[in-house]
């Protein structure tokens, strides 16, 4: 996204146009930025073996997976549902993690019958679970356990999951004993290592000592006669959302992964979401009103908490830019939605360009977490999703009608 002409674009597209032929609010991704940052990743890997497995979860249309699967992403996943939209894509199923806390039967089966690569395993229970249902279907489920490596992101609180405290995984003081127990079931192939200690990370330090404290691990499984093959170190290198944040670059964390365990004969898994989709996406918006009250401004957008949950659920920051350049000056004011909540806020006390009914502005850094986590809260159908291709653009997803909101229903 930058500004020519005094006008933003998305690749080689102006932004106003898309708003203006699409209505608003709506989502905007752009194909090339997403590409750039899954060819970091994977290049950064050199000659390691190695897998990027996309976090599904963090934008999960159609189009942008089968981007990735083209670009030879591999897939991490977190439901059944994304099973399905990653099969829908037209993915390899051979190429797909499957992560979570609490997988159902059903989903185990739907995954065992596409023969995925491999189950992250968060408990024995799940462990002694996907071991019947192999057995039914006479097959070997390749398994890793999932290890809670007791190391603090240093994130937000609701996105921080490597403490003992947190529900994820099988602590790693016991982990040892559970691959000892696991020994015994007939249909698993315990052939992997697997942590994620939260997302939004942008200190590399804890993460060094996950790496170090993971291939510590693998070695003492393999010392105990464990085949282990496969390290997954997880996702949640974090992004730049204000001006003056720093996240580490994709070269230089990967190249501390490689430092510190590349060279044991284990092929490196990663679950990267935020940082391959983020920066690529925008959210474009309207403004419908301003008003004061007392001292305080306030913008009132077409975009609201259903559109974009992150600044209402995490106090999360997104930088908020004209379509069109200003040369007015700034304003302080809160941005915020149509939602009846209080919390239906995009920005707060913020300085942005001064804004009148009628501009459009963009929602930045909005491609992880944005679309996937909306709702149809106030029966406010969700907005459009477009790919923009240097200079073509494409509706990947149309903007919900009415009709959808009730679609199901009975009176
Ligand atoms: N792998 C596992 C097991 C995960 O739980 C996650 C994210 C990822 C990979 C991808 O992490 P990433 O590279 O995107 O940081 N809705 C929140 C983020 C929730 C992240 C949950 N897990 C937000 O908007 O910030």
């Not at 099988?170 to 200690?197: M, P, T, W």
């Not at 004969?265 to 989709?277: K, T, Y």
């Not at 977490?369 to 106030?378: I, L, R």
Request: net charge negative.
């Amino acid at each position: 996204m930058e500004y020519r002409d005094h006008t933003l674009h998305c690749e080689d597209v102006p932004l106003a146009d898309i708003a203006r032929r699409e209505g608003t609010p709506c989502y905007v991704y752009s194909s090339a930025g997403i590409l750039e940052k899954f060819r970091a990743y994977d290049e950064a890997f050199g000659d390691a073996p190695h897998q990027v497995c996309y976090a599904v979860k963090a934008n999960s249309n159609l189009a942008i997976l089968k981007l990735l699967a083209d670009a030879g992403a591999g897939f991490d996943i977190v439901s059944g549902g994304e099973l399905f939209r990653v099969l829908k894509a037209g993915a390899n199923p051979g190429n797909v993690i499957f992560s979570g806390v609490g997988k159902t039967e059903q989903e185990l089966n739907y995954a065992l019958e596409h023969k995925i690569k491999s189950f992250n395993c968060e408990s024995e229970p799940e462990l002694a679970l996907i071991d019947s249902l192999a057995a039914r279907r006479g097959l070997q489920a390749r398994v890793a356990i999932r290890v809670n490596p007791d190391v603090d992101a240093s994130t937000h609180p609701y996105i921080s999951t490597g403490l003992r405290e947190h529900k994820f995984g099988i602590d790693i003081a016991h982990a040892e004993a559970a691959y000892e127990r696991a020994k015994s079931f007939q249909n698993i192939a315990l052939e992997g290592v697997s942590c994620h200690i939260g997302s939004q990370i942008l200190d590399i330090q804890p993460m060094q000592q996950v790496f170090e404290k993971m291939l510590a691990l693998a070695k003492r499984l393999r010392a105990r006669g464990l085949p282990i093959l496969t390290l997954d170190l997880g996702g949640g290198l974090g992004v730049p959302y204000k001006p003056g944040d720093t996240a580490p670059g994709i070269r230089e964390y990967i190249g501390t992964m490689c430092q510190s365990v590349s060279g044991h004969g284990l092929e490196i898994l990663i679950e990267p979401g935020r940082s391959i989709v983020a920066e690529a996406g925008v959210l474009l918006t309207r403004v419908l009103y301003r008003k004061s009250n007392g001292a305080k401004q306030f913008v009132i957008v077409d975009a609201g908490m259903n559109d974009l949950i992150r600044p209402a659920l995490y106090q999360s920051h997104h930088q908020i830019i004209p379509l069109r350049e200003s040369t007015t000056g700034t304003m302080v004011a809160d941005v915020v939605g149509p939602v009846c909540e209080t919390g239906d806020f995009l920005a707060r006390n913020r300085e942005i360009a001064q804004a009148l009914p009628g501009d459009y502005l963009a929602v930045c850094t909005a491609g992880a977490y944005g679309f996937v986590a909306s709702s149809n809260y106030n029966a406010r159908p969700r907005p459009p999703e477009i790919l923009v291709e240097g200079g073509r653009y494409r509706v990947i997803r149309e903007r919900e009608t009415y009709d959808d909101l009730i679609r199901g229903e009975t009176i």
